[in-house]
Each structure stands twice: as structure tokens, then as C-alpha cells.
């Protein structure tokens, strides 16, 4: 699950604890690599997963992508919050390759849905059935 900077954690713990006061560190997004060999299969996948989390009821996060240090992360897609990443599982695999992040869970309204075994049971399916999507749709790789 994703994180969120100290200086954003410490600014929200900071007076009522509000779910809506939370929103902005909340919502999943998912990253792939750009320069990975298997780029332009890795980013169909990266939106077929997070087209079924919309369809499921998930909301985007577009924290990453705000102008603060540590962050800055590309955002390829808004609506769906698809980045591009530099991490070493997206860039040197082998194979189409995706991070998913279900949810921030730094945020403690987020934490207390994500600990659910409904929740993470419906995420899995999610992410299932993207990913069956995903191999109906593609050609064998070479």
C-alpha cells in the first residue's frame, strides 16, 4: 500500500480527525515503467487495472503527482492514476510489469477499510480480472 511525505502526514494528524480531511492521501494508483523492454504492454495493463478498481468503486490518487519534494512522480493518466516509475521491478523485468498501489495506508479512515478482508478480497478480484483481460487481449509475447 502506498505512503504518503512526513510533511503531509504530520500536517493531517494535526487537528480533527476527518475522513473527507484525509482525501488527499487517499485512492490507489499504479505504475509502470516507460523504458521497461515490454513498455507499451505493461501501460494497457496498467489501465486495464485501474479501469476494473474504477468499475469497482475505487477512487484515484493523483498525490504523486503533485509539484512537492519527493514526489513529482509523471502522471501518464489523471483519471486513472497510471505513473511512470523508475522502480526496479517496472524497469528491469522481463516482462510487462505494473505496481499496484490499492490504497494509502498512512490514512487511518483508508487503513481501517484496507484491513477488511472484504476489501482485500475485492481488490484481488479486481486486479484478477484485469489481468485475465489483459492476457484475452494481447498477442504471446516473443
Given at each position: 500500500h502506498d505512503a504518503a511525505q512526513k510533511e503531509d502526514i504530520s500536517r493531517l494528524v494535526q487537528g480533527e480527525q476527518?475522513?473527507?480531511?484525509?482525501?488527499?492521501?487517499?485512492?490507489?494508483?499504479?505504475?509502470y515503467g516507460?523504458?521497461?523492454?515490454?513498455?507499451?504492454e505493461s501501460l494497457r495493463l496498467a489501465q486495464l487495472i485501474a479501469d476494473e478498481l474504477l468499475q469497482a468503486g475505487f477512487k484515484p490518487n493523483p498525490y504523486h503527482a503533485k509539484d512537492i519534494r519527493g514526489e513529482r512522480r509523471p502522471l501518464v493518466d489523471v483519471t486513472r492514476a497510471v505513473y511512470t516509475g523508475e522502480e526496479y521491478v517496472v524497469?528491469?523485468?522481463?516482462?510487462?510489469?505494473?505496481?499496484?498501489?490499492?490504497g494509502v495506508i498512512v490514512n487511518p479512515f483508508e487503513e481501517k477499510i484496507l484491513r477488511q478482508p472484504e476489501t482485500q478480497r475485492k481488490i484481488a478480484e479486481t486486479i484478477d480480472k484485469a489481468v485475465r483481460k489483459y492476457f484475452a487481449e494481447i498477442k504471446p509475447i516473443k
Open positions: 476527518t475522513e473527507d480531511r484525509w482525501k488527499e492521501l487517499s485512492g490507489f494508483s499504479v505504475i516507460p523504458n521497461n523492454k515490454y513498455s507499451h524497469m528491469r523485468n522481463l516482462m510487462p510489469a505494473v505496481i499496484v498501489e490499492a
